[in-house]
């Protein structure tokens, strides 16, 4: 599985931003997914996973109610819709996906990742 993610921006606080994945390769339909956030200093976290069915959705305390993630296997793509950023989500993001939702929500040993996009959020 090769992802591409894509959207990053620079936005003010308050303001949206939709993140996508975009993922090539026959098994994609039967990988998790998740995005993940790296910022200055800091380990890369779980922000929002999406099981391979769609049914489950798991997020982050603190982007909870604010992030959604979608998966779309006619696009074989991820999506990540931000709303109402804050200045604390400024980081580079990341797409991965895995065979296994607990590493997802561990954010260790993904077995596959994008390349980052940045957000970065001003006050």
């Known amino acids: 599985v090769q992802l591409q993610a894509s959207g990053g921006g620079l936005v003010q606080a308050g303001d949206s931003l939709r993140l996508s994945c975009a993922a090539s390769?026959?098994?994609?339909?039967?990988?998790?997914m998740g995005w993940f956030r790296q910022a200055p200093g800091k380990e890369r976290e779980f922000v929002a996973g999406?099981?391979?069915?769609?049914?489950?959705?798991q997020y982050s305390d603190a982007v909870k109610g604010r992030f959604t993630i979608t998966k779309d296997n006619t696009r074989n793509a991820v999506d990540l819709q931000m709303n109402n950023l804050k200045t604390e989500d400024t980081a580079v993001y990341y797409c991965?996906?895995?065979?296994?939702?607990?590493?997802?929500?561990?954010?260790?040993?993904?077995?596959?990742w994008g390349q980052g996009t940045l957000v970065t959020v001003s006050s």
């Open positions: 991965g996906s895995d065979p296994r939702w607990v590493t997802i929500l561990a954010a260790s040993r993904v077995h596959y």
């Open positions: 390769g026959r098994t994609f339909n039967r990988y998790n």
């Open positions: 999406i099981t391979w069915s769609g049914a489950t959705t």
